[in-house]
T-cell receptor
Framework: GQNIDQPTEMTATEGAIVQINCTYQ??????LFWYQQHAGEAPTFLSY??LDGLEEKGRFSSFLSRSKGYSYLLLKELQMKDSASYLC???????????WGAGTKLIIKP | DAGITQSPRHKVTETGTPVTLRCHQT?????MYWYRQDPGHGLRLIHY???????DKGEVSDGYSVSRSKTEDFLLTLESATSSQTSVYFC???????????FGPGTRLTVL
């Protein structure tokens, strides 16, 4: 079957670095998405990885290892506004549906 | 931002009543989706559409029906609402390119 696992909750300190992990099991692979969702709001796109390695975008970076079925989202110089849930998603074999992880709630403390 | 609106944004209804939620897009995207989001479950797909009058079931479709008579509108109907359908409902659209999805603002539905 197809499955995605993420930690339920993480806590970090303002100004620090945090890594949010995602492991997935799919029969095929067509990329991996990270979305950010603030409380009471809709998910918004953060990053997309289809090749192995690290993709950097400002304070946020996303890493993918296809052989290990593993990705992480790295957030640097944490700010209070980074308090949100971070969702990992992969396309199904049909490639027009996404399988979603349950999300990781990130709590930032001053 | 992708032009997606949902209506109503909030609704309280009683068990057994019919409810219709509307998703409207101005992006002319082919694919549209209805999700529900509940604590501990993440986003779960209810139904999706891959074109006008072309729809299919997702993983949690029981008790829900959908219709898409125009590219821009995707309706989700709860024929007889139950308390287990209390949730936040999100509509999403995609053009299919790498399947990146854009979300509407959500509808918070409470069934008493």
């Amino acid at each position: 079957g197809q499955n995605i696992d993420q930690p339920t909750e993480m806590t970090a300190t303002e100004g620090a670095i945090v890594q949010i992990n995602c492991t997935y099991q799919t029969s095929g692979f067509n990329g991996l998405f990270w979305y950010q969702q603030h409380a009471g709001e809709a998910p918004t796109f953060l990053s997309y990885n289809v090749l192995d390695g690290l993709e950097e975008k400002g304070r946020f970076s996303s890493f993918l290892s296809r052989s290990k079925g593993y990705s992480y989202l790295l957030l640097k110089e944490l700010q209070m506004k980074d308090s949100a849930s971070y969702l990992c998603a992969v396309p199904m074999d049909s490639n027009y549906q996404l399988i979603w992880g349950a999300g990781t709630k990130l709590i930032i403390k001053p | 931002d992708a032009g997606i609106t949902q209506s109503p944004r909030h609704k309280v209804t009683e068990t057994g009543t019919p409810v219709t939620l509307r998703c409207h897009q101005t992006e002319n995207h082919r694919y549209m989706y209805w999700y529900r989001q509940d604590p501990g479950h993440g986003l779960r797909l209810i139904h999706y559409s891959y074109g006008v009058k072309d729809t299919d079931k997702g993983e949690v479709s029981d008790g829900y029906s959908v219709s898409r008579s125009k590219t821009e509108d995707f309706l989700l109907t709860l024929e007889s609402a139950t308390s287990s359908q209390t949730s936040v409902y999100f509509c999403a659209i995609s053009e299919g390119v790498r399947n990146e999805q854009f979300f509407g603002p959500g509808t918070r539905l409470t069934v008493l």
